[in-house]
């Protein structure tokens, strides 16, 4: 396994379109995480799933973002009617169920709302 | 709410040169406390942690220290190379599954 893939990697779309990102998480990593990062900052957290039930979201996912993580295994991130605010790098995490294990990173989707 | 706050960069070195990150947070009870790093064109990678007071983190020459009276994670190294040029974080965790509190970032630029 070569860790936390993340698709696409960079994602151009105009205001008002919607966007789907995926993650594939590390086999057998039972908890998911997604992140938002805005340039110069540190990744903000917006939502986290145990196996396929999400156990919480941030008040930053508004009603225009939606994630899902069928059959627990990899995840969607939906944006719907992209406003330019949603610029930014999207990351996914995963993790095994086990206290004080680290969150292994993918590389990011990076989406531009023109 | 808990927050980490981190020295802002660029932080600018000459190589073999000392380096200091000064991280401090705030968060109710005993959090664990994490520096990732993040090299250009790379996601983010754990450099090192600490679960409890006082515990010291080590990792590639890079040390931290959980210092719970002063509330703050420090990270340093010794003698930095060029290759340390990155984005460093600081990110604290309060509940056992791990949701990450991460400060703004230092980016650290090391000139040969």
Known sequence: DTGVSQDPRHKITKRGQNVTFRCDPISEHNRLYWYRQTLGQGPEFLTYFQNEAQLEKSRLLSDRFSAERPKGSFSTLEIQRTEQGDSAMYLCASSPRLEDTEAFFGQGTRLTVV | ?112
């Open chain 2, 1 to 112: 709410g808990d927050s980490v706050t981190q020295m802002e960069g660029p932080v600018t070195l000459s190589e073999e040169a000392f380096l200091t990150i000064n991280c401090t947070y705030t968060a109710t009870g005993y959090p664990s406390l994490f520096w990732y790093v993040q090299y250009p064109g790379e996601g983010l990678q754990l450099l090192l942690k600490a679960t409890k007071a006082d515990d010291k983190g080590s990792n590639k020459g890079f040390e931290a220290t959980y210092r719970k009276e002063t509330t703050s994670f420090h990270l340093e190294k010794g003698s930095v190379q060029v290759s340390d040029s990155a984005v460093y974080f600081c990110a604290l965790k309060r509940n056992s599954w791990g949701k990450l509190q991460f400060g703004a970032g230092t980016q650290v630029v090391v000139t040969p």
